[in-house]
């Protein structure tokens, strides 16, 4: 299988960054798009940026200009630059990757257990 590790949320005022990681691990054969969702307790995850093996980028219209996502092949890992934080960018932060596990014929959506992004005003 596949296990991602997330790192780098914590506290942080508004008008200030944090970059996120999360490194994939595991049986991987080939990883395809990976991207960083948000979920409030009681809210709908929302997709905030993608990024396919070749580097094509997505981002949600309300972290456009301020969220920069990235990655590393060689690594397996998706990075989330955040910029100009604001007090609405409070969420518990997930990677997601589209992976296909050595010996498996098909693509598995995989996450990460999620870190958490406080925005003080």
């Known amino acids: 299988q596949v296990q991602l590790v997330e790192s780098g949320g914590g506290l942080v005022q508004a008008g200030g960054s944090l970059r996120l990681s999360c490194a994939a691990s595991?049986?991987?054969?080939?990883?395809?798009?990976m991207g960083w969702y948000r979920q409030a307790p009681g809210n709908r995850s929302e997709s905030v940026a993608s990024?396919?093996?070749?580097?094509?980028?997505n981002y949600a219209d309300s972290v456009k200009g301020r969220f920069t996502i990235s990655r590393d092949n060689a690594k397996n890992t998706v990075y989330l630059q955040m910029n100009s934080l604001k007090p609405g960018d409070t969420d518990v932060y997930f990677c997601?990757?589209?992976?296909?596990?050595?010996?498996?014929?098909?693509?598995?959506?995989?996450w990460g257990q999620g870190t958490q992004v406080p925005v003080s005003s």
């Open positions: 997601n990757a589209r992976a296909r596990v050595r010996g498996g014929d098909s693509w598995s959506s995989f």
């Open positions: 990024i396919t093996y070749g580097g094509a980028t």
């Open positions: 595991g049986s991987i054969f080939s990883i395809s798009t």
